[in-house]
T-cell receptor
Framework: LAKTTQPISMDSYEGQEVNITCSHN???????ITWYQQFPSQGPRFIIQ???TKVTNEVASLFIPADRKSSTLSLPRVSLSDTAVYYC????????????FGGGTRVLVKP | NAGVMQNPRHLVRRRGQEARLRCSPM?????VYWYRQLPEEGLKFMVY????????ESGMPKERFSAEFPKEGPSILRIQQVVRGDSAAYFC????????????????FGQGTRLTVV
């Protein structure tokens, strides 16, 4: 299972764009990249998932370079309510696999 | 369609008692996962079940912990003879497919059960 490395914490200000980069050097051909968000005292929430290039939804964008050894979650124009822990996961593309969470990145959005 | 329901939200047990945590997955979801989270730490995988079967229990302590997901009813995580170190938030998640079975196969998490052992 590919190990992920992401910054422990990041500070930002309201209205700014936040980019969190995750390294997954030994990602395998069938693996997907998935990001979850967790607010204090709540369960994680799925944000976005991708395999390569760029994926965008109403919440975030996910950039994956051609070698897929890293990925960047981009949160546009953050607000105070985006303060949370963001987890990068690599999911093996096959049945019977669990989600393995790392330490995550604690994002603090300041006014 | 209600989300993943966990109960109780808070549970206090004395050392040596049993704790039973319940998880009702979303309708139509046959895959259930349990995670444990200590304060200020990440989520640690415990067990993955698919209707009546344990698929992966590699994160489950060998003693005192057990999990089931019967054909009818919620999934149950059972902790026997609780100790102070069992105090944590326990999260359950469900998905319609195994996470790796396709892009967009997300897992939905419940609000968690906070277990306090006194």
């Amino acid at each position: 299972l590919a190990k992920t490395t992401q910054p422990i914490s990041m500070d930002s200000y309201e209205g700014q764009e936040v980019n969190i980069t995750c390294s997954h050097n030994n990602i395998a051909t069938n693996d997907y990249i998935t990001w979850y968000q967790q607010f204090p005292s709540q369960g994680p929430r799925f944000i976005i998932q991708g395999y390569k290039t760029k994926v965008t939804n109403e919440v975030a964008s996910l950039f994956i370079p051609a070698d897929r050894k890293s990925s960047t979650l981009s949160l546009p124009r953050v607000s105070l309510s985006d303060t949370a822990v963001y987890y990068c996961l690599v999911v093996l593309g096959a049945a019977g696999n669990k989600l393995t969470f790392g330490g995550g990145t604690r994002v603090l959005v300041k006014p | 369609n209600a989300g993943v329901m966990q109960n109780p939200r808070h549970l206090v047990r004395r050392r040596g008692q049993e704790a039973r945590l319940r998880c009702s997955p979303m309708k139509g979801h046959s895959h259930v996962y349990w995670y444990r989270q200590l304060p200020e730490e990440g989520l640690k995988f415990m067990v993955y079940l698919q209707k009546e079967n344990i698929i992966d229990e590699s994160g489950m302590p060998k003693e005192r912990f057990s999990a089931e997901f019967p054909k009818e009813g919620p999934s149950i995580l059972r902790i026997q003879q609780v100790v102070r170190g069992d105090s944590a938030a326990y999260f359950c998640a469900s998905s319609p497919l195994s996470p790796g079975q396709g892009v967009g196969t997300e897992a939905f998490f419940g609000q968690g059960t906070r277990l306090t052992v006194v």
